[in-house]
């Protein structure tokens, strides 16, 4: 049977969003496969996410449930997805394009000789062949490429916010548990310890106001921060965001960087403060409503994307904008 | 444990910072023509870095690895320059356009080739695809321990210990070597190299071992091209940029102005 399955991913007790994206975009190519959907959740207590995600009409929900499975420990999961899917034989595996996808996929695909693309916006299927065509952008985003690969099953990471969520409402799919043998002896990394960090959660931003090379020192950030509290007298959820250069420089930390490996955001607006815009960083944030740059150099990539723009040294133009801001508001 | 053996692997990519106009897509080739300069992938210098960081404090050797149909020594020599101690290049015809499991598959026999070693550094995804597989595979394929997404490399009694990047923050993580560690660019970007130090290197005497598909035993038949099925140029994101002028004083008024039109 051409069934395809998704690895769910569970938040406070739920089935998390990712997972109901994947649960859509799965059902979009079991009906084309002519086969059903079905999620697969692992960790140490599954029962509840695995008994609401019934409510979203996937065709099985399989749960992996074991005490080692507490957390996420990748040598684990990888040895239970693998037998997860010897025994489920699926002929697609999505698993959402995140920490724990990014992860356990090139493994995965290695361990089972099948070929994997990462970062897929769109998913069909061939129906010349039934091979699962898995499309990805490139270059940076300069590029938009569809692959077509063998093995079984077909594996594909999808990116998030790309398809809309499963809706409820559907018959419940029937659950089913999965043995699978693991011991600690298949720990190869062990963790010392886990930080929490205060992070600055981006995507909940209404207005980013964010700094790149162009900057020229870390004390760049202190005037943004300036801009920012201007801007937070006139609107709601003002964060500072940056380019990738500035975290490679250590001038901020990396929670704030936008683009393909930071984070990908679509604000009211976006002001790019001697940022030029190269295009891991413009997808990151090209969908932004409006977008404001500032920038010394009139030909750089940013201005091109813009809606408004100013050709000036940020120095010259942040404090005289603060204080503008500080009259108006 | 006194020194430490790395392997580097370093993949040659068209300048990811280039203008947009620079780059066009061959839909009848299924090319991505970029023409702007030959460079280090970026999370491959970071990778660099930390292995150049880590043979400085206790004293090592650094091998740098570059797979491809024709790569550059030129640009690859910036690795010696900024600290490796030995390159080589991995180049063949049938090692063109290559997918991440037969990359993986030919780096790991170019390592296997190379002997002992204690520590295997990648990227954490080339700057042209941005698939992020080659590395974890690598690892797979030799049984080693892998860890991803380092912000951070130290050494303690023979393991490894790692800052990994996790989305509520970071973990500290702990392997025995030899092991493979993908490397993000919190780890910090590639020193700087002068121009006259990257000139003698380049024009330097020295040779550069290159090792073709049959050097490091691998069938031909065992090698797989990217299977793409088309490629398209994505939607324009081009606008209309309003450009405010004046004086810095001027152009600071008429933002503020229309920030409040947003509001």
């Not at chain 1, 929670?255 to 679509?266: K, N």
């Not at chain 2, 090319?31 to 870095?49: G, H, R, T």
């Not at chain 2, 030799?142 to 210990?161: F, N």
């Not at chain 2, 810095?248 to 008024?253: G, Q, Y």
């Amino acid at each position: 049977m051409n069934e395809v399955l998704i690895l769910g991913e569970i938040k406070d007790g739920s089935p998390d969003l990712r997972t109901l994206e994947l649960l859509s975009a799965g059902k979009k190519l079991s009906s084309a496969a002519g086969g059903g959907c079905s999620i697969l959740f692992m960790g140490d207590a599954v029962s509840g996410a695995a008994d609401k995600a019934g409510a979203y009409g996937p065709h099985k929900v399989y749960r992996v449930e074991d005490p080692l499975l507490k957390g996420f420990q990748a040598d684990l999961w990888l040895s239970a997805l693998e037998q997860a899917c010897s025994q489920i034989h699926p002929s697609v595996l999505l698993m959402s394009h995140g920490f724990v996808g990014m992860e356990l996929g090139p493994r995965l695909a290695c361990r089972l000789n099948s070929r994997l693309s990462t970062d897929c916006i769109d998913l069909s299927i061939d129906p010349a062949d039934g091979l699962l065509l898995r499309t990805k952008p490139v270059s940076g985003g300069n590029a938009i490429s569809v692959f077509k690969c063998l093995g079984e099953p077909q594996l594909a990471t999808v990116r998030g916010k790309v398809f809309p969520p499963a809706e409820t409402g559907q018959t419940p799919g029937e659950v089913a548990d999965i043995q699978v043998k693991i011991d600690p002896s298949m720990i190869r990394v062990e963790s010392i310890e886990k930080v929490k960090e205060e992070t600055v959660s981006l995507d909940k931003a209404n207005v980013v106001v964010a700094g790149g090379a162009g900057l020229g020192e870390a004390d760049g950030f202190e005037l943004l921060e300036e801009l920012a509290a201007a801007l937070r007298k006139s609107f709601n959820n003002v964060m500072v965001g940056c380019s990738r250069v500035a975290v490679d420089k250590g001038w901020i930390s990396s929670d704030h960087q936008v683009g393909l490996t930071g984070t990908m955001i679509s604000p009211d607006i976006y002001v790019a403060v001697g940022i030029s815009g190269a295009i891991q960083h413009l997808v990151g944030m090209v969908h932004s409503k409006k977008i404001i740059a500032i920038n010394t150099d009139p030909a750089c990539n940013m201005f091109k994307v813009a809606d408004y723009g100013i050709v000036e040294d940020y120095e010259d133009i942040v404090p005289a904008l603060v204080e503008k801001l500080e009259e108006l508001s | 444990m006194t020194e430490i053996r790395i392997i580097v692997c370093a993949k040659q990519i068209p300048d990811p910072e280039a203008p947009l106009s620079d780059v066009s897509v061959d839909a009848e080739k299924l090319e991505v023509i970029v023409d702007a300069p030959q460079v280090i992938s970026p999370f491959d210098e970071n990778a660099l870095e930390a292995a150049v960081r880590l043979t400085e404090n206790m004293g090592g050797k650094i091998t740098v690895l570059s797979l491809g149909k024709k790569v550059s020594d030129t640009v690859l020599r910036k690795s010696l320059a900024a600290g490796a101690d030995e390159l080589i290049l991995l180049e063949d015809d049938q090692f063109e356009k290559l997918d991440s499991h037969s990359t993986a598959a030919a780096l790991a026999k170019a390592i296997q080739k190379i002997g002992e070693y204690d520590l295997l550094l990648t990227g954490r995804q080339a700057g042209d695809w941005d698939s992020g597989q080659v590395g974890l595979l690598l690892g797979e394929m030799l049984g080693l321990p892998c860890i991803s997404l380092a912000r951070d490399i130290t050494i303690e009694d023979g393991s490894v210990v790692v800052k990994k990047g996790i989305p509520e923050g970071y973990e500290r993580v702990k392997a025995k070597m030899p092991a493979l560690v993908t490397v993000s660019n919190e780890v910090g970007e590639l020193r700087y190299i002068s121009r006259t130090k990257m000139l003698k290197m380049i024009q330097g005497a020295r040779s550069i071992p290159s090792w073709g598909a049959g050097e490091i035993g691998v069938a031909s038949d065992g090698l797989q091209k990217m299977g793409i099925a088309s490629l398209s140029s994505p939607p324009d994101m081009g606008r209309d940029c309003q450009f405010l002028e004046g004086k810095a004083e001027e152009k600071a008024e008429k933002l503020a102005a229309v920030f409040m039109g947003l509001k």
